[in-house]
Structure formats: structure tokens, C-alpha cells
């Protein structure tokens, strides 16, 4: 099935790269899907297809009360008859909000736990207990990270060069994504070319990032040619002006919406890091835009503290 999406391809120009001779071109995986937009569909159809072959009747998963990995999950799943099973971090209330009510609506049971007991989400006796009170279920890790995920995300490079060739444009010297677990990087730096580099930004203070990746990798990853750069820019899902404005300038210059949380927060990095002279002249660049534009649903009122009306309503036109 990942074989017959086409990726769309969009040409980028900002100020920032013309005077730095840097081309952009931006490769939109958010548009592929209208359920698991971006990366969520690369790292769930292998999962579902394991799922299919066997016989699993539930799939289970974890994520906070915004997460993209939930929304997508309840929403596929639901569109193949799957049973969907949510471990949510944080209150029951919060399943008020838009990206849980849809989950629900979707079919999925919303389990709310503590943040405690949501740090145990990777303990072995805490998943076998979970097995045990779920036997149908097939446990996906937090947004998706496994090895089937990993197989994924390797189709998607692939499929992003073909799209280039396809388009009879060079193919990017450097390929950039947001990191949140690491897993789609890892699967962009196993499907490059030898002379491509990947560059993965970090949207959240996670140092166990890196062991993951590693050992997605098998320890196996060049530094000097991949590597992982910070963008939290203050925290994982922390919005402020700054980033709100960047990302209405570059809507306003690409007319391209980025989500809140993971693709703004990269291309705010990258444009800085073009800003001040860390990639050469000539280097050709594909921004990876994997999806998340369901979080603008719980960013109404933010957006309009900081910038009123009208700001939203240049976004909501977008979604």
C-alpha cells in the first residue's frame, strides 16, 4: 500500500535561503492520507499489516492528550475495523478535547493514567500486564516507534527520491525532519543514498533520543554525515509569538501550513541554521512535512490571545 502514494513536491523560497544561495524544496507527506497524514501512515501500515497477518483483534498505543499517533491510530484503525485502545497521559476531562473526542468518536477506549504510571510505558512487566488484561491486542510503542515503523519510514526516503526523479529534479543533498521519537529519522537514514545526509530536529528535551535511535540503527550511524540537532526551542507543545509568527510568515511566503508542534519548530531551526552559515552554497534541502495539522483544533484560543482574529482565521482557512 505505501508503494502507491505519490508525495507532492513543493518548491520553497524564503528570504533567509536566497541570500544564502540555499534551495528549498519542501516534500508534502502531510496530504497523502486524509486519516494517518505524514509519517503517522508510513509507521502504521506495516504494524497493520503485521496486525492483519496475525489475527489481532484490538491495537493498543500511548500517547498525551494532542497526540498525532492517537488521532491517526483511532481513525485508521476504526476505517479497517480494528478496535483501537488509547493509554493516555494525564486527566479524564481531557478527553473533552478535539483530538480525544475524535479518537473516541473513532471507536477508540481512552484509558487515562497518571504520569507515573505513563513513564512505564516501555517496562516490560507493565506491558505483559497489559497484554495480560488485553490478550487481543497487538501493542504499538508510543507514536509508533518499532521496528515495523522503522521499515516504514526507510519506504518513505525511498519514496521521496523516486518522487524527485519522477519530477526530473536533483535530488535533495540533505533531507530534514522532525524528531520526536527518533524512528522516522532512523528510517530516512536507512532508505538515503550513501551521499545524502539526513538531518533530524529534536522538538522535545530527550536525551534517550539518541540511545534510541542507536539502537534502532544497531549503533550503525555516521555523525558525520546524520545527525540530530535541538529545536525544542523551551519544550515539547511550548507555543509562543515567536513561533506563531514565524509560521504565519511562512504561510504567508510559501502559502504552506506548518503544524504547532513538530514541522514548525524544524523549519524554524533550519532557517537559523541557514542564518548563520551552517550549510554551503548551492546545498540543495527537502523539508519534510509530516502532517500534525490536527493540533491547530486545540490552539484556537492561544492564537488568538497572541494575535487575534485575524491570525486564526488565516490558519483556520488552511485546515
Not at 519514496?159 to 540533505?174: F, G, T
Request: charged content about 20%.
Amino acid at each position: 500500500m505505501l508503494n502507491n502514494f505519490t508525495l507532492a513536491i513543493n518548491s520553497i523560497s524564503l528570504s533567509e535561503t536566497k541570500q544564502a544561495g540555499i534551495s528549498l524544496t519542501m516534500v508534502r507527506a502531510d496530504s497523502i492520507h486524509p486519516l494517518a497524514s505524514g509519517n503517522k501512515l508510513y509507521k502504521l501500515q506495516p504494524n497493520i499489516d503485521y496486525i492483519k497477518q496475525h489475527a489481532y483483534q484490538q491495537v493498543l498505543s500511548f500517547g498525551g492528550a494532542f497526540s498525532n499517533h492517537i488521532y491517526a491510530l483511532a481513525l485508521y484503525s476504526q476505517s479497517l475495523g480494528l478496535q483501537s485502545i488509547g493509554i493516555i497521559r494525564g486527566e479524564p476531562e481531557y478527553a473533552r478535547n478535539t483530538t480525544l473526542s475524535v479518537a473516541a468518536r473513532s471507536g477508540m477506549k481512552l484509558v487515562f493514567v497518571d504520569r507515573a504510571t505513563y513513564r512505564l510505558r516501555h517496562n516490560k512487566d507493565y506491558l505483559q500486564a497489559l497484554q495480560q488484561e488485553y490478550p487481543q491486542a497487538f501493542i504499538i510503542p508510543e507514536g509508533g516507534s518499532n521496528h515495523l515503523a522503522l521499515q516504514g519510514c526507510s519506504t518513505l526516503m525511498r519514496q521521496i527520491n523516486k518522487s524527485y526523479q519522477k519530477k526530473q529534479a536533483k535530488i535533495p543533498d540533505v533531507i530534514t525532519t522532525a524528531c520526536g521519537t527518533g524512528t522516522t529519522f532512523a528510517g530516512l537514514v536507512t532508505g538515503a543514498k550513501k551521499d545524502q545526509s539526513v538531518r533530524g530536529y529534536l522538538i522535545l528535551k530527550d536525551k534517550s533520543v539518541h540511545t534510541h535511535v542507536n539502537e534502532l540503527l544497531k549503533n550503525t550511524l555516521d555523525d558525520s554525515l546524520h545527525s540530530i540537532e535541538a529545536a525544542d526551542f523551551g519544550g515539547y507543545a511550548k507555543f509562543n509569538a515567536e513561533l506563531l509568527d514565524f509560521i504565519l510568515n511562512f504561510l504567508a511566503q510559501t502559502n504552506i501550513l506548518l503544524d504547532p508542534i513538530y514541522t514548525s519548530k524544524m523549519c524554524r531551526q533550519l532557517v537559523q541554521d541557514i542564518r548563520s552559515g551552517k550549510f554551503k552554497k548551492n546545498t540543495h534541502i527537502a523539508l519534510l512535512h509530516t502532517g500534525g495539522l490536527q493540533a491547530w483544533h486545540g490552539m484556537k484560543d492561544k492564537v488568538i490571545q497572541l494575535r487575534g482574529d485575524e491570525a486564526w482565521d488565516k490558519i483556520i482557512t488552511k485546515l
